[in-house]
């Protein structure tokens, strides 16, 4: 079957299977003439995309789901997520009906305490403390790893003590083109989707050998690229080397990355294999400085 008979019988549209694609979730067979042809297993994957987007399942989730030998566990998993979304709402029209009724801040403040503090996720909660480029910067940098919930009285001592880090640390002091420039960059991580960066990273943490075999060529041009004098007067080249110098700074990672290790657990399970990753990695390129698997990953992953 050919892309106009899929979007029609699956009901998408032709961006959103050629994304699925992408995203490893399909794998049609490509004709002599450069045609995809989809195959019934290939109708089948979509239909159940189809399905489970439309129940506002992320993509990453999917992939589990896809991959899964027990699906009703994973869906089950799905579920609780949602039904603390639908909590968390009704707490919030709760607390709006209360302020349209007397806007009273402080019985405002002690409902939020008792009934929506404990379901914010450790994102939510960092960008309420840090609105702005600040908190904007610690959710991209590490991404996936801030949607769990402080659900313990060690992960709340752990949050506490980045909280007072972070709020104690220097602000980098960005000049106006690269606050603009990095403000800009925020805006398109969402529209592209940023959980498929993320997924990326995850994917090369996980499978490093395939990961420099198959992107070779891409990385050692992006290295080569990164030393050039081109590079070197862009706002990214400019932006890296204040974040570099604000990860100098005292503490950063004896106090913010061991605690958030303590505070996320899938932080604390992806460090460890990305420390490995690095290290595969800087066995393959010596050459390289200053530079973190990370680092490369990001803009190569912003050219896909």
């Known amino acids: 079957m050919f892309i106009k008979e899929v979007c029609k019988e699956c009901k998408l549209t032709k961006k959103a299977v050629d994304y699925y694609e992408q995203q ?12 995809r042809n989809y195959s019934e297993d290939d109708i089948r994957v979509l239909k159940e995309i189809g399905v489970l987007r439309k129940l506002g399942i992320s993509v990453a989730d ?3 789901i896809l991959q899964s030998s027990c699906k009703s566990t994973l869906l089950a998993e799905c579920k609780y997520k949602l039904d603390l979304e639908v909590e968390k709402s009704v707490a919030k ?18 409902y939020i305490e008792e009934n929506l503090e404990r379901s914010f996720t450790i994102k939510e909660k960092l960008l309420q403390a840090f ?49 603009e420039y990095f403000l800009e960059s925020f805006a398109f991580f969402e529209k592209s989707d940023m959980q498929r960066m993320n997924s990326s990273l995850f994917d090369c943490v996980e499978n490093m050998e395939q990961y420099l075999e198959e992107n070779e060529e891409q990385i050692n041009y992006y290295l080569e690229y990164r030393n050039s004098y081109e590079y070197k007067e862009t706002p990214a080249y400019k932006m890296q080397q204040l974040l570099l110098e604000f990860q100098k700074d005292s503490g950063y990672y004896d106090i913010l990355i061991e605690n958030l290790k303590i505070l996320s657990n899938s932080y604390r399970e992806y ?19 200053r530079c973190t698997l990370r680092r490369i990953m990001l803009p190569l992953n912003k050219r896909v």
């Open 271 to 289: 460090h460890d294999k990305l420390q490995e990753a690095n290290k595969r990695f800087f066995e393959k390129y010596p050459q390289v400085n």
């Open 131 to 179: 609105p702005g480029g600040f908190g904007m910067y610690l959710c991209i940098h590490f991404g996936g790893s801030l949607n769990e919930k402080i659900d313990s009285k060690e992960k709340l001592e752990a949050y506490e003590k980045i909280i007072d880090y972070l709020d104690q640390v220097s602000t980098i002091k960005l000049p106006r083109e690269l606050e």
């Open 93 to 110: 029209q709760k607390c709006l009906e209360q302020l349209i009724q007397n806007y009273n801040i402080e019985s405002a403040i002690q």
């Open 62 to 64: 999917i992939k589990m």
């Open 24 to 35: 490893g979730l399909i794998s049609p067979m490509i004709e002599d003439n450069g045609y």
